[in-house]
């Protein structure tokens, strides 16, 4: 079941997870978090099947996902721990 959101504080369902959306859409860690996490389970699939390079584009996906999610969060602090001055 999909739903987009229509209005701030709406969820996004993809399958069996959701993402808080904000005005502007879903956060871009929350969207990096469910696709590393979907391409992680992706690859263990593709593995599974003997699609090796397949599972290995898969895991590189996943590997990038989490690098812009950490990226997202440690942006984020940055810009709180600015407006506290």
């Not at 987009?4 to 993402?19: E, Q, T, V, Y």
């Amino acid at each position: 079941m999909t739903q987009s959101a229509s209005s701030p504080g709406d969820l996004i369902f993809r399958g069996n997870k959701s993402m808080a959306a904000d005005r502007d859409g879903p956060n871009i860690q929350n969207v990096a978090d469910y696709i590393g996490d979907l391409s992680s389970e992706l690859a263990q699939m593709a593995e599974q099947a003997d699609c090796k390079p397949l599972a290995r584009l898969l895991d590189l996906a996943a590997q990038e996902a989490r690098r812009v999610g950490q990226s997202s969060a440690s942006e984020s602090v940055g810009e709180h721990e600015g407006s506290l001055h």
